[in-house]
Protein backbone atom coordinates (compact mmCIF):
# COMPACT_ATOMS: atom_id res chain seq x y z
CA UNK A 1 0.00 0.00 0.00
CA UNK A 2 1.83 3.35 -1.52
CA UNK A 3 0.40 6.38 0.54
CA UNK A 4 2.31 9.73 1.37
CA UNK A 5 1.52 9.27 4.90
CA UNK A 6 1.47 13.36 5.73
CA UNK A 7 -1.49 13.63 3.51
CA UNK A 8 -3.08 10.37 5.17
CA UNK A 9 -3.30 12.13 7.94
CA UNK A 10 -3.98 15.58 6.71
CA UNK A 11 -7.05 14.01 4.79
CA UNK A 12 -8.29 12.03 8.28
CA UNK A 13 -7.94 15.21 10.10
CA UNK A 14 -10.34 17.21 7.87
CA UNK A 15 -13.82 16.83 5.43
CA UNK A 16 -13.28 14.99 2.58
CA UNK A 17 -16.08 14.10 -0.13
CA UNK A 18 -16.19 11.48 -2.98
CA UNK A 19 -18.55 12.71 -5.64
CA UNK A 20 -19.58 10.76 -9.11
CA UNK A 21 -17.75 12.34 -12.40
CA UNK A 22 -18.87 10.43 -15.35
CA UNK A 23 -17.16 6.61 -14.91
CA UNK A 24 -15.08 8.20 -12.14
CA UNK A 25 -15.22 9.03 -8.94
CA UNK A 26 -13.29 11.74 -7.49
CA UNK A 27 -11.66 13.13 -4.69
CA UNK A 28 -11.79 16.18 -2.53
CA UNK A 29 -10.59 17.82 0.58
CA UNK A 30 -11.70 20.87 2.57
CA UNK A 31 -9.12 22.95 4.10
CA UNK A 32 -9.40 25.79 6.20
CA UNK A 33 -7.45 28.72 5.18
CA UNK A 34 -5.58 28.22 7.96
CA UNK A 35 -4.26 25.14 7.13
CA UNK A 36 -3.62 25.79 3.00
CA UNK A 37 0.04 26.06 4.03
CA UNK A 38 0.41 22.93 5.33
CA UNK A 39 -1.62 21.19 3.12
CA UNK A 40 0.88 22.79 0.45
CA UNK A 41 3.80 21.76 2.44
CA UNK A 42 2.50 17.85 2.06
CA UNK A 43 1.79 17.93 -1.24
CA UNK A 44 4.67 20.41 -2.86
CA UNK A 45 4.41 23.46 -4.54
CA UNK A 46 4.89 22.00 -8.25
CA UNK A 47 1.34 20.79 -7.97
CA UNK A 48 0.48 24.70 -7.52
CA UNK A 49 2.74 25.72 -10.74
CA UNK A 50 2.00 25.37 -14.76
CA UNK A 51 -1.96 25.26 -14.29
CA UNK A 52 -2.83 24.53 -10.81
CA UNK A 53 -5.42 23.00 -9.15
CA UNK A 54 -8.97 22.70 -9.60
CA UNK A 55 -10.48 24.41 -6.14
CA UNK A 56 -13.89 25.75 -4.63
CA UNK A 57 -13.92 28.26 -2.48
CA UNK A 58 -16.21 29.72 0.32
CA UNK A 59 -16.15 31.55 3.51
CA UNK A 60 -14.12 29.72 5.81
CA UNK A 61 -12.19 27.22 3.33
CA UNK A 62 -10.94 25.91 0.28
CA UNK A 63 -11.70 22.40 -1.22
CA UNK A 64 -9.50 21.03 -3.45
CA UNK A 65 -9.95 18.04 -5.82
CA UNK A 66 -6.93 15.36 -4.98
CA UNK A 67 -7.94 13.12 -7.48
CA UNK A 68 -5.16 14.01 -9.33
CA UNK A 69 -2.44 14.68 -7.45
CA UNK A 70 -2.75 11.02 -5.99
CA UNK A 71 -2.53 9.99 -9.73
CA UNK A 72 0.47 12.19 -10.48
CA UNK A 73 1.94 10.70 -7.11
CA UNK A 74 0.84 7.43 -8.54
CA UNK A 75 -1.38 6.61 -5.59
CA UNK A 76 -4.25 4.72 -5.51
CA UNK A 77 -7.47 6.42 -3.96
CA UNK A 78 -8.28 2.83 -2.98
CA UNK A 79 -4.92 3.21 -0.49
CA UNK A 80 -6.55 5.98 1.41
CA UNK A 81 -10.26 4.70 1.52
CA UNK A 82 -9.47 5.27 5.46
CA UNK A 83 -10.11 8.99 4.59
CA UNK A 84 -13.78 8.93 2.93
CA UNK A 85 -16.66 8.21 4.40
CA UNK A 86 -18.51 7.48 1.28
CA UNK A 87 -15.92 4.59 0.92
CA UNK A 88 -18.54 1.60 0.53
CA UNK A 89 -20.75 3.87 -1.79
CA UNK A 90 -17.57 4.07 -4.17
CA UNK A 91 -15.87 0.80 -3.55
CA UNK A 92 -16.28 -1.17 -6.61
CA UNK A 93 -15.56 2.05 -9.09
CA UNK A 94 -13.01 2.85 -7.32
CA UNK A 95 -11.32 -0.94 -7.38
CA UNK A 96 -11.96 -1.02 -11.12
CA UNK A 97 -10.25 2.93 -11.43
CA UNK A 98 -7.20 1.65 -10.09
CA UNK A 99 -6.78 -1.41 -11.78
CA UNK A 100 -8.40 -4.29 -9.81
CA UNK A 101 -10.38 -6.81 -11.74
CA UNK A 102 -10.91 -9.47 -9.42
CA UNK A 103 -13.63 -7.32 -7.65
CA UNK A 104 -16.18 -9.48 -5.44
Same mark, same amino acid.
Given at each position: ??????? +??? #??? %?????? /?????????? +? &? %???? #? !??? *?? *? *??? $? =??? /??? #? !??? #????? &? @?? /? *??? &????? /? =? $??? %??? !? @??????????? &?????? +?? %???
Amino acid at each position: MDVNADL +YDF #LKE %NKTELK /EAGDRVIAYV +Y &I %NFSD #L !NRF *IR *I *IGQ $E =HFE /ESG #L !NCT #LNVTQ &I @CI /E *ITS &ILEFE /E =H $ELS %NYR !N @CFKEWEIYKQR &ILRMDG +YT %NIN
